[in-house]
């Protein structure tokens, strides 16, 4: 049985190198650290993408990593630390301006806040404000992305960044 056992080897030690990472991805650490990234949301038309944990200036269109902490992981304690990955459409200083559900950045136009999500509660927009230090405006390139257009989601604290991320496809 024993001798049985060594002959698979090859297909246990994968499998308990994939087990150990889940467990540290949901246990202890939900941001991932390698520096390859792979996105399965329509949020952003990309699938692969290498980050680089190093960066710490970001700007206007640059992609960036960062750990959820919006105020929606009230409601969905599964979001909190949970990595987003987004395109940053607006730095501090920049304005952002509500009217109607219509969200522009700096005069431009980057959305429409949608009322209600997925499960039907409701969503705010964003507060027309002023960005302020030390934040992000964040945004996804599809319709139905979870962003800073939602006061849910809000702006996004430059110390929640952990990566720039350059999309490869």
Do not use: C
């Given at each position: 049985?024993?001798?049985d056992?060594r002959?698979y080897?090859?297909?246990?030690v ?12 949901i ?6 650290v390698s520096?390859?990234l792979f ?16 960066a710490?200036r ?7 990593l960062y750990?959820?902490?919006?105020p929606?992981a ?5 979001l909190?630390?949970?990595?987003f990955f987004k ?7 920049g304005t952002i301006e509500v009217?109607?559900r219509?969200?522009?950045v ?5 959305g ?5 999500t ?6 705010d927009p964003?507060?027309?404000?002023a960005i302020?230090?030390?934040y992000l ?5 599809a319709?139905?992305s979870?962003d800073?257009?939602?006061r849910q989601?809000g702006l996004?604290?430059?110390?929640t960044?952990?990566?720039k991320?350059?999309p490869?496809?």
């Open positions: 049985m024993a001798r056992s002959r080897w090859y297909l246990v994968p499998v308990l190198v994939i087990w150990a990472l889940a467990v540290k991805r246990g202890f650490e939900p941001t991932p520096p390859l996105n399965w949301t329509p949020s952003l038309p990309y699938r692969v993408a290498y980050a680089d944990y190093r710490t970001f700007e206007r269109g640059d992609f960036v750990a959820f902490e919006g929606a009230a409601s969905y304690p599964g909190a630390g949970q990595p395109r940053i459409a607006g730095v501090e200083g009217q109607d219509h969200v522009f700096n005069g431009e136009y980057v429409w806040a949608k009322p209600r997925f499960d039907q509660r409701p969503l964003i507060d027309s404000t302020p230090a030390g405006y964040v945004q996804g390139t319709h139905d979870f800073s257009r939602y989601s996004v604290r430059i110390e960044v952990k990566a991320v350059t490869l496809l």
